[in-house]
C-alpha cells in the first residue's frame, strides 16, 4: 500500500525567523549581504537617520555628524559616476542627468540639516572637483550651486577659493572676487583682485555696488564715470546709476553729459535719451524736452513700441508741433512696423486702410523677420462687424495656405482659422447655407487628405 506524501510547501516565516535571531546572527546576516549587495549601505544608513528623527536622542558619540558624512559620500559617488561619463562624452542620456541631479538634491538636503563635518566637507570638496575640472559635463552650474551650500565657515569659503585658483580662468577670477566680497568679508584681497580685472562695463558695476554697500558715495560715482568711457560690452546699470545721481540732484549739465557720453559710445542711447526727456519735462523745458523726445524716437526698435512711441508724442507736443511732424511720424512708422502702422490707422478710425492692408499683405513678418503665426487677426477681430466679408476672406485665404502640402500641425492652423470664419458666416451675416456651401467644396478639393479631414470633421 502506498503512502501519499504531503507536496504541499511549508511557509517559511522569514519575519518570525528575523525576530529570533541574536544580535551576532543578525550583524553576521547583514554583512553577508552588504558582501553580495554593496548598494544597500545606502539604504542603511538612511534606515538609520529615519530610526534617529523618530527617536531624538542626545548625539553624544557625534553619530549623526558620522552618518550625515558617509550618507554625503554615497550620494555623491551615485552622482559621480554619471557626471564622470559626462565628462567624458560631453553628455549624456536626459534620465541619467536627472537621476545625477537627484543625487545633487540629496546632498543639499544633507547640508541643510548642517550636521556634516569640516573634513568631510574639504574631502568632499577635492573630490568633486576632480569632476568640476573637466568642465564638460553640463554639471558646471549645479556642482558649484552645491559648493556654495556647503561652505559656511570662514575656513570652507577659504578652502573653496583655493580650489578655485588651482585653474585659473576669468570666470573662477569673478567667483573668487565674489566669495571676497559677499562671504569673506576681504575688502583688502577684493579690491586688489577686483582692481586686476576691470574689463568690461559689469566689472565696473561690481565695483560700484561694493562701494555703495561701504557708504562711499564719491568712489562708487568715479568707479561709475570710469566704467561709462572705458567698460566693455554692457554699460546699462552703470548709466542708470549716473542718470539716476544726477537727476535727483537736479544736475542737468552732467545728466547731458552723461547722455552725450552714451551717444558718442552707441550705447544706451534711448534709454538715456527718454531718462533726459523725463528731466527736461519735470524741468518743465519744452523745447529741450521736444528736441529730445525726437532725438529718442530715432533709436526706437524693434524691441521697442513705436505705437507707444507715437502717443507720447502726440500726448506731449503742443498741437502746432505735432500738426506739422505726425506725418513723418507716421511714414516712418509704416516702414519699420507694419502693425503698429495699423494701430494707429484704427485710432484714426481708417478702417478700408486696415482690411485692405490686411487682405493684401497676408501673414506680415514680426519684427525679429520670423512669421508671425497670428497674421493680422487682432485687426480682423476688430473689423469684422464693419467688413465681415473681407474679414471671412482673410480667414478663408489663411486657412487654404496650410492645406496643400500640409501636416497635421498645419492641418490644426487650417481648422482654427475655419472656425472663425464660420463663426461670422453664422453669427454675423447669418448665412448658413454660404457657410455649408463654401465649406462643402472645400473638402471636396481635398478630400484626398485624411488628416485635414479629420481636423475638420467638427465644422
Given at each position: 500500500m502506498t503512502t501519499e506524501k504531503n507536496t504541499q510547501p511549508v511557509d517559511f516565516l522569514l519575519d518570525e525567523r528575523l525576530r529570533s535571531l541574536d544580535n551576532t546572527d543578525l550583524c553576521d546576516l547583514v554583512d553577508n549581504l552588504l558582501d553580495k549587495k554593496p548598494e544597500l549601505y545606502q539604504l542603511i544608513l538612511e534606515w538609520f537617520k529615519e530610526k534617529q528623527k523618530t527617536a531624538p536622542e542626545t548625539d553624544a558619540n557625534g553619530d549623526l555628524a558620522s552618518l550625515d558624512d558617509n550618507l554625503l559620500f554615497e550620494y555623491w559617488e551615485?552622482?559621480?559616476?554619471?557626471?564622470?561619463?559626462?565628462?567624458?562624452?560631453?553628455?549624456?542620456?536626459?534620465?541619467?542627468?536627472?537621476?545625477?541631479?537627484?543625487?545633487?538634491?540629496?546632498?543639499?538636503?544633507?547640508?541643510?540639516?548642517?550636521?556634516?563635518?569640516?573634513?568631510?566637507?574639504?574631502?568632499?570638496?577635492?573630490?568633486?572637483?576632480?569632476?568640476?575640472?573637466?568642465?564638460?559635463?553640463?554639471?558646471?552650474?549645479?556642482?558649484?550651486?552645491?559648493?556654495?551650500?556647503?561652505?559656511?565657515?570662514?575656513?570652507?569659503?577659504?578652502?573653496?577659493?583655493?580650489?578655485?585658483?588651482?585653474?585659473?580662468?576669468?570666470?573662477?577670477?569673478?567667483?573668487?572676487?565674489?566669495?571676497?566680497?559677499?562671504?569673506?568679508?576681504?575688502?583688502?584681497?577684493?579690491?586688489?583682485?577686483?582692481?586686476?580685472?576691470?574689463?568690461?562695463?559689469?566689472?565696473?558695476?561690481?565695483?560700484?555696488?561694493?562701494?555703495?554697500?561701504?557708504?562711499?558715495?564719491?568712489?562708487?560715482?568715479?568707479?561709475?564715470?570710469?566704467?561709462?568711457?572705458?567698460?566693455?560690452?554692457?554699460?546699462?546699470?552703470?548709466?542708470?546709476?549716473?542718470?539716476?545721481?544726477?537727476?535727483?540732484?537736479?544736475?542737468?549739465?552732467?545728466?547731458e553729459r552723461i547722455v552725450h557720453t552714451a551717444l558718442s559710445r552707441q550705447s544706451e542711447e534711448k534709454n538715456m535719451l527718454d531718462r533726459l526727456f523725463e528731466h527736461y519735462k519735470l524741468m518743465e523745458d519744452y523745447k529741450n524736452a521736444k528736441e529730445t523726445l525726437l532725438e529718442s524716437f530715432g533709436f526706437t526698435s524693434w524691441h521697442c513700441s513705436y505705437y507707444d512711441e507715437y502717443k507720447r508724442m502726440k500726448e506731449f507736443l503742443k498741437d502746432q508741433d505735432w500738426k506739422s511732424i505726425e506725418p513723418e511720424i507716421v511714414n516712418k512708422i509704416k516702414e519699420k512696423d507694419l502693425n503698429d502702422y495699423l494701430r494707429i490707422c484704427l485710432d484714426k478710425n481708417m478702417k478700408e486702410t486696415v482690411i485692405e492692408t490686411i487682405l493684401n499683405k497676408g501673414s506680415p513678418r514680426g519684427r525679429l523677420g520670423l512669421l508671425n503665426d497670428d497674421g493680422f487677426d487682432e485687426f480682423a477681430d476688430k473689423l469684422e462687424f464693419d467688413f465681415p466679408e473681407k474679414v471671412i476672406e482673410y480667414y478663408w485665404q489663411k486657412a487654404y495656405r496650410n492645406i496643400p502640402g500640409g501636416n497635421r500641425r498645419t492641418y490644426q492652423d487650417a481648422a482654427k482659422n475655419l472656425k472663425k470664419a464660420k463663426s461670422i458666416y453664422m453669427d454675423i451675416l447669418e448665412d448658413e447655407t454660404g457657410w455649408t456651401k463654401r465649406f462643402s467644396y472645400l473638402r471636396s478639393e481635398f478630400k484626398n487628405r485624411p488628416a485635414f479631414l479629420d481636423e475638420v470633421k467638427h465644422l
Amino acid at each position: 500500500m502506498t503512502t501519499e506524501k504531503n507536496t504541499q510547501p511549508v511557509d517559511f516565516l522569514l519575519d518570525e525567523r528575523l525576530r529570533s535571531l541574536d544580535n551576532t546572527d543578525l550583524c553576521d546576516l547583514v554583512d553577508n549581504l552588504l558582501d553580495k549587495k554593496p548598494e544597500l549601505y545606502q539604504l542603511i544608513l538612511e534606515w538609520f537617520k529615519e530610526k534617529q528623527k523618530t527617536a531624538p536622542e542626545t548625539d553624544a558619540n557625534g553619530d549623526l555628524a558620522s552618518l550625515d558624512d558617509n550618507l554625503l559620500f554615497e550620494y555623491w559617488e551615485d552622482a559621480r559616476r554619471i557626471i564622470s561619463e559626462f565628462n567624458e562624452y560631453g553628455g549624456g542620456p536626459e534620465d541619467a542627468e536627472y537621476e545625477a541631479y537627484g543625487y545633487l538634491d540629496n546632498i543639499s538636503e544633507l547640508i541643510k540639516e548642517g550636521n556634516i563635518t569640516a573634513d568631510a566637507k574639504f574631502d568632499f570638496l577635492d573630490e568633486a572637483f576632480e569632476e568640476y575640472n573637466y568642465e564638460n559635463s553640463g554639471f558646471e552650474d549645479g556642482l558649484m550651486d552645491v559648493f556654495f551650500e556647503i561652505c559656511q565657515t570662514k575656513e570652507e569659503w577659504e578652502y573653496l577659493v583655493k580650489k578655485l585658483d588651482e585653474h585659473p580662468s576669468k570666470w573662477r577670477k569673478k567667483m573668487i572676487m565674489h566669495i571676497q566680497k559677499k562671504y569673506l568679508h576681504d575688502d583688502e584681497a577684493y579690491l586688489k583682485e577686483r582692481m586686476k580685472n576691470l574689463q568690461y562695463g559689469m566689472d565696473y558695476w561690481d565695483l560700484v555696488e561694493y562701494y555703495e554697500e561701504k557708504g562711499d558715495l564719491p568712489k562708487a560715482l568715479e568707479t561709475a564715470e570710469e566704467g561709462i568711457l572705458k567698460g566693455e560690452g554692457k554699460l546699462t546699470e552703470l548709466f542708470e546709476f549716473l542718470s539716476e545721481h544726477f537727476a535727483k540732484k537736479e544736475d542737468t549739465a552732467n545728466l547731458e553729459r552723461i547722455v552725450h557720453t552714451a551717444l558718442s559710445r552707441q550705447s544706451e542711447e534711448k534709454n538715456m535719451l527718454d531718462r533726459l526727456f523725463e528731466h527736461y519735462k519735470l524741468m518743465e523745458d519744452y523745447k529741450n524736452a521736444k528736441e529730445t523726445l525726437l532725438e529718442s524716437f530715432g533709436f526706437t526698435s524693434w524691441h521697442c513700441s513705436y505705437y507707444d512711441e507715437y502717443k507720447r508724442m502726440k500726448e506731449f507736443l503742443k498741437d502746432q508741433d505735432w500738426k506739422s511732424i505726425e506725418p513723418e511720424i507716421v511714414n516712418k512708422i509704416k516702414e519699420k512696423d507694419l502693425n503698429d502702422y495699423l494701430r494707429i490707422c484704427l485710432d484714426k478710425n481708417m478702417k478700408e486702410t486696415v482690411i485692405e492692408t490686411i487682405l493684401n499683405k497676408g501673414s506680415p513678418r514680426g519684427r525679429l523677420g520670423l512669421l508671425n503665426d497670428d497674421g493680422f487677426d487682432e485687426f480682423a477681430d476688430k473689423l469684422e462687424f464693419d467688413f465681415p466679408e473681407k474679414v471671412i476672406e482673410y480667414y478663408w485665404q489663411k486657412a487654404y495656405r496650410n492645406i496643400p502640402g500640409g501636416n497635421r500641425r498645419t492641418y490644426q492652423d487650417a481648422a482654427k482659422n475655419l472656425k472663425k470664419a464660420k463663426s461670422i458666416y453664422m453669427d454675423i451675416l447669418e448665412d448658413e447655407t454660404g457657410w455649408t456651401k463654401r465649406f462643402s467644396y472645400l473638402r471636396s478639393e481635398f478630400k484626398n487628405r485624411p488628416a485635414f479631414l479629420d481636423e475638420v470633421k467638427h465644422l
